[in-house]
């Protein structure tokens, strides 16, 4: 019978028919829906989040790792969701208005997904009313705002300003992309910054309470 | 005594770019440069229904540029030249892509759903009358007509290879393409490669038939074949995926070109620094930091680099005080200078100018 390392393994390695066999097996052997999610697939994914963060593997090696957990939590959802089973934090996440980009908006959501995040993905060229309307509606423990271009800056700044002034108080904002900094999100206001999608699950974990 | 007169002239610049693109200078680096426009917009307004309305308006487009070039002084070896633009994935139109434009800048949609759907591209030869197409090659001709040897006609901006594919399919598409089907990712690179070396040599033809120099984006001058080749896709992969799959399909794009400058993009690029500097034929490296990374003077080690590889460099400067540190740093030889941000006026672009000449000595 397979362990959960072994799904651990298949995940990090990206090996999707590998990540189904063995999820399949670890059911039919009685293992639960919910251990199989943190014990197996999220270790998976937080190896994966490590190695990029230290550029031992890059975009396509992440995307193939997500796309083998994805395929697991297929089966995995409807198990979990007849047992009443949902992660404990959500998260809401965009691209800013004026800015069709999402490789790097995506990348996070399937870091986050991986490290048992609900995640609302709210697409691209997201108004800041938009976002402060999912952060109500979902109760949202966090937003993501992702930008790439620098003329896209101010519509991130104009998103932070809008959420803050509404007094979300369990709602923290995190944001990123290429042009962002540190002290651009120091600016405006935002409560964490991420350079990478590895670094992003890290900050998401601290921001909303749980220990990275 | 005179006054050094700092007009843009072509054959002093084209003179100094010559030298420059040979890693070398003469009485002092290139220098590009602008001046803030004083006094309002005189250019047309645009009335256009739509942002598409408007970007493919070639008469618009030119009168625009016209207004722009008319009312900015030309100083240094800033080319007063203007490019007709519908954004870089002019190339992927070549296969069927339609344009979404914005206020300043357009994207392709993703036009091939599928892995497989590879094979169909590889199959289809560029479509050059295709309306985003035909549009470029109007405004050329136009901007010809209209600027009357005043101005020059630069060569519209061109996506390579791999940014023609994830225009295509779409970036993260295209990074599980080349994991799940190398080889058939590796036959359309060159595909693409091929259509952007036609793309190439079109728009270079009816340009030199205008009798204009080449230039584009980043207003260098040469009398020949010259681009800046680029892939902003390779900061999603390893290098050794640079090495294998993506520089064969640069090394052809380059092949057509006397002078080449490669434009590197963002932090997540310099992992293939060495590869691209072992491109055979490159003259020169622009290296764009970004947004918070920092003055070109935060990144000497890299100009530095760059020269010990026989490469000459183009600084982005944030302003005239960095772009002296740079030069004061690196000395004059293979430096071409632009300063990113607008000069007040122009006696400050001139006593810049002077300044950059003086270091030069």
Not at chain 1, 193 to 212: E, N, P
Not at chain 2, 213 to 230: D, V
Request: hydrophobic content about 45%; overall charge negative.
């Amino acid at each position: 019978m397979p362990q959960l390392t072994d799904l651990t393994a298949a995940v990090a390695a990206g090996k999707r028919i590998d990540t189904v066999r063995i999820t399949q097996e670890l059911l039919a052997a009685g293992t639960g829906p919910q251990d199989i999610v943190e014990r197996g697939l999220v270790p998976g994914m937080a190896i994966v989040g490590e190695q990029f963060k230290r550029n031992e593997i890059f975009v396509p090696e992440m995307l193939v790792a997500a796309r083998a957990m994805k395929e697991a939590l297929k089966l995995l959802e409807p198990l979990l969701a007849s047992a009443g089973i949902r992660p404990k934090y959500t998260a809401i996440i965009g691209t800013v208005q004026g800015d069709l980009h999402d490789i790097g908006k995506n990348l996070i959501s399937m870091m986050w997904r991986g490290a048992n995040f609900a995640v609302i993905d709210l697409g691209t060229n997201v108004s800041p009313e938009r976002y402060l309307a999912a952060a109500k509606e979902h109760n949202a423990n966090l937003v993501g705002l992702s930008a790439l271009l620098t003329t896209t800056m101010p519509a991130m700044k104009d998103t932070v300003r809008i959420i803050k002034a509404a007094g979300l108080t369990g709602t923290k904002i995190m944001i990123g992309g290429a042009p962002i900094t540190q002290a651009f999100a120091d600016e405006i206001g935002a409560d964490g910054y991420a350079a990478d999608a590895g670094t992003a699950v890290d900050i998401a974990k601290k921001l909303v309470g749980q220990a990275a | 005594m005179k006054p050094r007169d700092h007009s843009f002239h072509y054959a002093a610049a084209r003179a100094r770019y010559e030298a420059w693109w040979q890693g070398g200078r003469l009485d002092r680096p290139p220098v590009t440069l602008y001046v803030e426009r004083p006094g309002a917009w005189r250019g047309p307004r645009s009335h256009h229904a739509t942002l598409h309305e408007r970007w493919m308006d070639p008469e618009f487009q030119v009168e625009s540029a016209v207004a722009g070039l008319e009312a900015s002084p030309a100083l240094g070896d800033s080319v007063p030249c203007w490019m007709p633009n519908v954004g870089p994935d002019l190339t992927s139109t070549l296969f069927g892509a339609e344009l979404v434009f914005g206020e300043s800048t357009s994207w392709c949609q993703h036009t091939l759903p599928d892995t497989a759907d590879l094979e169909r591209f590889i199959a289809t030869p560029p479509d050059f009358a295709n309306p985003y197409w035909r549009t470029i090659e109007t405004m050329i001709a136009l901007a010809a007509d209209r600027f009357a040897r005043r101005f020059y006609v630069a060569l519209p901006d061109l996506h390579g290879s791999f940014d023609m594919l994830a225009g295509l399919r779409g970036p993260e598409n295209l990074c599980l393409d080349i994991v799940d089907a190398p080889d058939l990712v590796r036959r359309a690179s060159l595909h693409a490669a091929r259509a952007y070396v036609e793309a190439y040599r079109r728009l270079y033809a009816q340009l030199t038939a205008l009798g204009q120099p080449s230039t584009t984006w980043c207003s260098y001058l040469h009398e020949g074949t010259a681009y800046i080749p680029s892939c902003d896709f390779w900061c999603l992969v390893s290098r050794e995926i640079g090495e294998e799959l993506i520089i064969p399909s640069i090394e052809m794009e380059m092949a057509p070109l006397e002078r080449s400058i490669f434009h590197l993009d963002g932090p997540q690029a310099l992992q293939h620094v060495d590869t691209m500097l072992r491109l055979p034929g490159l003259n020169a490296v622009q290296w764009v930091a970004g947004a918070g990374h920092g003055p070109a003077a935060a990144w000497l080690d890299l100009y530095r680099q760059c020269r010990g590889a026989g490469k000459a460099v183009q600084v982005l400067a944030d302003d005239a005080d960095d772009a002296l540190a740079v030069l004061r740093a690196l000395g004059p030889e293979g430096v071409w200078l632009t300063v990113c941000s607008p000069f007040r006026n122009a006696g400050l672009a001139t006593e810049f100018l002077d300044e950059v000449h003086a270091l030069s000595a």
